[in-house]
């Protein structure tokens, strides 16, 4: 079983940044394919980045690449989540998940294709 703590949400005001963290206990981050969605109050959960076992293979939503970037430390079994130049429409209670896979640079941007999930941490970004 994995578990996954996320941590570093918070109010920010616009322009801000935040570093959202997943960390793991139980099992080896490596192992695992890790992403980070988010749900807006009354929006459906919404895929923000995902990142390889190895790290060596990330993906960003095209809306967000620009601002948000994912990346990992697998000796520390933590994920990340660096988000630049915040907006209120960044407001959103933040999820990371994990995924076992097989390949090093295997991802998947899809919600049901990941099976353990973190409990959130909330982002809120005033104007």
């Known amino acids: 079983q994995v578990q996954l703590v996320e941590s570093g949400g918070g109010l920010v005001q616009t322009g801000g940044s935040l570093r959202l963290s997943c960390a793991t206990s139980g099992r080896t981050l490596s192992n695992y394919g890790v992403a980070w969605f988010r749900q807006a109050p009354g929006k459906e959960r919404e895929f923000v980045a995902c990142?390889?076992?190895?790290?060596?293979?990330?993906g960003h939503v095209n809306s967000l690449k620009d601002r948000f970037t994912i990346s990992r430390d697998n000796a520390n079994n933590t994920a990340y989540l660096q988000m630049n130049a915040l907006k209120p429409e960044d407001t959103a209670t933040y999820y990371c998940?994990?995924?076992?896979?097989?390949?090093?640079?295997?991802?998947?941007?899809?919600?049901?294709?990941?099976?353990?999930w973190g409990q959130g941490t909330q982002v809120i970004v005033s104007s």
């Open positions: 990142i390889s076992r190895s790290g060596g293979s990330k």
């Open positions: 998940a994990a995924r076992g896979v097989s390949s090093y640079d295997e991802m998947d941007t899809r919600p049901p294709m990941y099976k353990y």
